[in-house]
């Protein structure tokens, strides 16, 4: 692949698309289990049916064609490959990637592959799961078969999913499966998660040929509200935990812990060699952008003493999942990324918005605000590259609507409409239009 040239793309998920959780030998995942819950998800919903993307997958490839995108990101479920976590392969799991994979290069589509986009098998979680050090041999192992199989059609792989996002929702706060909370179990989850990324980049590396590798990391501008001693140190431990708290010891810098001294019991988790197992060799950084967080002093909250203020508070505008509008957030993002010393170049893999979406009476879905959200989200990214900085490309999210975690169904994101009360049915919205012509106008 040539990668001066600037790679556009969408994303999606297996767990938030696939449905099927019980197909073909799949074993059950953390949020198969975390649905069934009470008071967990805002709709009561589950990753049924998702889009039924494992049934039709082949739709969605050829809209993807249609709408001449170039490159598709998804995730590989791994209790559809390993029903128990490790152990016996589901052979049949595993055909279906191949024949997703063959799917995108029979149709001019090139595969990103992320390995673990938050769907870990719950027979692991029942041993633990990412508090377990264990996981960092089973998720070696799971890397070998999916990078053995695969590898010979596929370069470009993603370790994992935005780490700071499934270890402190689902191990710390408990909003996200698998609904564990406390400091105790998200120091442990973090580390186990950290050495597991740089295991699975290095793990890629040694079956994979021409092998891109990266990473992905959520990342969201961070203000104080005031220029107060107290907000601003809010802010900059709001920073130190949200932005750089996985991203730093990926890059062979260590833990961020000069302000977060609450979290320092991490160090104490390591055995000898970790620090310096902690860096990843990775080829390029995920960076996924959606809002900024503007941060204030709160004496009355438990470790970091920092909450965020609203955008509705602010009086700013906001999509339906509540984050504020404001695209310089991605430029500055992208800024904050490429100017850390020895960084590798920047791909934005996720970048989107949350809008009411309806079908009108023509059958057609103008998506007016997501058209221009995307629009100037994607001027600011172009303003961070002819300022000088090392981004080498731009996934939105995501292709369709979809599960959307917790949130359930409610939040669409798609740039293709799903009726879920009439069979899944597909329509490009106005969004989807204008990206594919952006795409052909300025893009490649």
Known sequence: MNQQKFIWGVSASAAQTEGASLADGKGLSIWDAFTEKKRKIADHSSTEPGTGFYHRYKDDLDIIKELQIPNFRFSLSWPRVLPEGTGSINNKGLDFYERLVDGCLERGITPWVTLYHWDLPQALELKGGWTNRDVIGWFENYVAICTKRLGDRVTNWMVLNEPMAFCGAGYFLGMHAPGRTGRKSFVKAAL???????????????????AYIGSTFSMSHVEPISNSEKDRLAAEKVDDLLNLFFLYPALGKGYPLKRLKFLSSILDEMKPGDENRLKAELDFIGLQNYTREVVKH??????????MVSAKKRNAPYTEMGWEVWPESIYKSIVKV?????????????????FVDSIDENGSVNDVKRLYYLRDHIDMVMKAKSDGNDVRGYFVWSLTDNFEWAEGYRPRFGLVHIDYE?????TIKSSGRWYANHIRENGI
């Open 298 to 307: 709160s004496w009355i909250t438990p470790f970091i003493k920092a909450s």
């Open 422 to 426: 009439n069979n899944l049915r597909r």
């Open 192 to 210: 186990n998660t950290s050495l597991s990324l740089s295991t699975g980049a290095e793990v890629i590396r040694q079956h994979v040929a021409k």
């Open 338 to 354: 490429c100017s850390i010393p020895n960084s590798p170049p920047v791909i934005v893999t996720e970048n989107g918005a949350a």
